[in-house]
Structures are given as C-alpha cells and as structure tokens.
C-alpha cells in the first residue's frame, strides 16, 4: 500500500472533488429558505446492522465544508451497530450541515457496507493463519475510502494501485513471452528505475509454481482458481520461500476450506463490487 502522506491526499482529493460536484455554485435550497446564521444539530441515526465505517471521514468532510461544526462521537469506526443507534451528533450552522449531509452518508453508507462484509469473511476465518485482502475491483473515484473501510473490517489492503506494486498476471506473462522472461525484465525494470516496491506472480497450474520458484525476487505467488487438492499441494511446494494468496471466485461457501489449504492471503473483490450500502440517515434534532 501506499504511504500515510499519500493516502491523506487521496482522501482530500475525494472531498474537494464530491463536494465541487454536489454543491456547485450553491446549495440553492438551503440558501433560499435557512438564514445564513441560523444554527442547528443533527444526529448520524442507523436504521440497519454491521460494522459502522467512515466516523472519521465525516469528521474530514464536515471540516472542509465548515471549520466550525463540531461532532460529538457515540460510536467509533470498527464497532457493530444496530437499528436505532445513533453514531454522532453534529452541531453548527444549519447551512453547513446540510451541504456536507449528502457527501457523509454516501460515504458511510458505502464504508459501512464494505466494513461489515469484510468482518464476516474475516469471522469465517476465525482460527487459521490466512488474512483477507482486497482488490483494485474499486469504484472508480474513491478507492482510498473503500479501502480504508477493509481495514475498518478487520481485512488488509493489497496494493493501491497499477504503482505502488507488480503484480505479474497470465496476460503479462503471455505478451512478455512466459513466466521467467516476465519476471527477469521485471527486476531489471525495477533496477534502472531505482523502485522498491515487491512482485507477486499469479500461477495458472502446479508448472507454473514451479517456474516461479525457480526465479529469485518473488515475494508473494498467486494461486489463481485453483482447487483445494492443488492448491495445497502449491502450498507446500512453495513453502517458506514465499508467500501465498488464493484468488478466483472464493465466497463465504468456500473461503474457510481454501484458508485451510495453507495459504497466508485469500483476496476477494467481492468485498468492494458486491454489497448493498447500509441504511443511514441525518436527522436534524430539535
């Protein structure tokens, strides 16, 4: 993943880019009916159950929009949540509340979401050694928040993007002319270039995990649609010479048997491209 510094900008790039695309020139309505100065408060009110995610990206986005509202926090990221609770109180000018409301639920109810599937994979896996990883299977625009809700979950981040890792797939192997030729352009490649960052090959049969250990520099195998028997015959040919992920359609049926083939990661874009958003709403309080 990429460093702190960078994940901040990311987020502040999401807000200034969503609230420049909701607000406008102006928030018309609030503008034309709530006096300028007029002052309000508003809870965060959960009408659904799971994980609650984006507490502190809130926090970000009603900063942006107004320096000056203040959110008293019930509930933090992380914990799970029920019909009825209320996560945060927001006070300040009304105005400002409602520029930033559409912005905060989206989010949360997005996070929220990702959070709450990504908890369950991780509950199924109680017990063994495999760790969930995520995707680039994102919405395009705000990856960092979904990733961000991963982490929230319980889950680890794979890489952010085509930069910050190599990542070499059948395709890549295919048009570099195989897998050793792929792999030795790729470290002279990082050597010109000066980069560190780590390589992982995908593996599309038991010969190709062969191939790929016969190169040094590989630092994660990915076992792609492989069975349980062949992926834990990879496992134990690869051994302690590498890590090793599991990818390929693995759902909540079948996660727990593929984590107790061996292997140390178990990536799923299902926990970004397939859940339904938690229901949330901001309710002003009188």
Not at 199 to 219: C, D, F, P, Q, T
Request: negative net charge; aromatic residues 6%; contains cysteine.
């Amino acid at each position: 993943m990429i460093s702190q510094e960078k994940f901040n900008k990311e987020l502040e790039l999401i807000i200034a880019n969503a609230i420049r695309e909701d607000i406008g020139d102006g928030d018309h309505t609030s503008l034309s009916c709530i006096p300028a100065e007029a002052k309000g408060k508003a809870k965060l009110l959960v009408k659904d159950e799971g994980i609650i995610a984006g507490v502190e990206f809130a926090k970000m986005v009603f900063a942006y929009v107004d320096k000056d509202l203040k959110v008293e926090t019930l509930i933090n990221d992380g914990e799970h949540v029920k019909y009825g609770d209320i996560v945060f109180y927001v006070s300040g000018k009304s105005q400002s509340i409602l520029q930033a409301e559409r912005l905060v639920l989206n989010a949360m109810q997005r996070m929220s979401a990702i959070a709450t599937k990504t908890r369950s994979f991780m509950d199924l896996l109680e017990g063994t050694k495999t760790k969930v990883l995520d995707t680039r299977k994102t919405t395009p625009g705000i990856r960092a928040l979904e990733k961000w809700a991963v982490k929230i979950g319980g889950g680890e981040n794979h890489r952010f993007a085509l930069y910050d890792m190599v990542m070499i797939k059948d395709n890549h192997i295919d048009f570099a002319g195989g897998i050793t030729q792929a792999i030795t352009k790729t470290k002279k490649y990082l050597a010109e270039k000066g980069l560190d960052i780590k390589i992982i090959v995908e593996a599309r049969n038991i010969e190709e995990i062969k191939e790929i250990l016969s190169n040094e520099g590989v630092y994660r195998i990915l076992i792609d649609n492989f069975n349980y028997e062949d992926t834990r015959e990879a496992v134990a040919l690869i051994g302690e010479q590498c890590l090793t992920e599991s990818s390929g359609g693995i759902n909540e049926k079948t996660i727990r048997e593929y984590a107790e083939c061996g292997v140390n990661y178990i990536s799923s874009g299902a926990l970004t491209h397939s859940v339904y958003n938690m229901d949330l709403s901001l309710k002003a309080v009188e």
